[in-house]
């Protein structure tokens, strides 16, 4: 049953962004994977799909582990489990030491999993590395406190899932989401409430949509400051369509967007 769910997220999931064709064919594309091992010859040039198990003994110039979150990297099973969750951190180990140059580390602040849209807090792992080796997906330093669910009296939780955890603005006072990576980009613009406290964060309400309107000025933690085109839908498929000063115009889900009105 755990694998139909699965699948049902992924399709719709799918089905859900704007960008791809709702064809079976475009689907099946789009979750085929064929990795270098399967059709030999050398690395150079492609990307290889692979498990920890299987990435032993490897090398690549860059490596992306992606999944950082709690119950999945580590699994549920394993966090109640010092020796499961002691194998599970020793795979965490072999994955990013397959890196000869570039590691990035990744994790979602909500998925489908299941069956159902799930929030998510980020792997223990990610707290346990230096922040003197890791850089945000801004370039700035890595906080490993940083985005942390906390309870009432101040407490990280690693057991409790925060059901409004994807809700919150990515980083704290500086504004950045943890990506670890190990050399410096072009910093990506990122909304912060210090920077702009004058903003009113739009919290999506699945019974009232008509707080943002064609002609609001807005920012997205990701894209930056735009101009709202046009509300489409209502409830949970309202989407807003964005011209963003950067990013040219996109087409948001409300309920995800987190957008900040600023004008």
Do not use: C, W
């Not at 694998?3 to 791809?20: C, H, K, M």
């Not at 990435?55 to 582990?65: I, P, R, T, W």
């Not at 590691?103 to 929030?119: I, K, M, V």
């Amino acid at each position: 049953r755990e694998n139909l769910e699965e699948l049902i997220s992924a399709v719709r999931e799918f089905t859900d962004n704007p960008d791809t064709p709702d064809t079976l064919s475009a689907f099946l594309q789009e979750v085929s994977l064929l990795t270098d091992a399967d059709s030999g010859g050398d690395f150079d040039d492609k990307v290889t799909l692979m498990t920890m198990h299987a990435s032993k003994g490897l090398e690549y110039k860059a490596v992306f582990v992606t999944g950082l979150e709690e119950g999945l990297f580590p699994l549920s099973g394993a966090m109640q489990d010092p020796e499961e969750l002691e194998e599970e951190r020793r795979l965490f180990y072999v994955g990013s030491t397959r890196a000869e140059r570039y590691l990035y580390l990744s994790y979602a602040r909500s998925r489908y999993r299941y069956g159902e849209h799930q929030s998510g807090v980020r792997s223990r792992f990610l707290d346990e590395l230096s922040s003197d080796l890791l850089q945000t997906e801004a370039g700035e330093p890595f906080s490993p406190k940083q985005d942390r669910f906390q309870r009432a009296g101040g407490k990280g939780s690693y057991t409790e899932m925060d059901p409004f955890y994807y809700r919150r603005p990515l980083g704290g006072a500086k504004g950045p989401s943890e990506r670890g990576r190990t050399h410096n980009t072009k910093p990506v613009r990122r909304a912060t409430p210090k920077a702009k406290p004058e903003g009113r964060r739009i919290v999506y309400d699945a019974e009232h949509t008509g707080e943002l309107a064609p002609g609001m000025q807005v920012e997205h933690g990701t894209f930056g400051e735009g101009r709202i085109m046009a509300i489409e839908g209502n409830g949970a498929q309202a989407k807003a369509v964005v011209l963003f000063k950067e990013v040219g115009e996109k087409k948001l889900m409300l309920r995800f967007a987190h957008l900040q009105r600023i004008g």
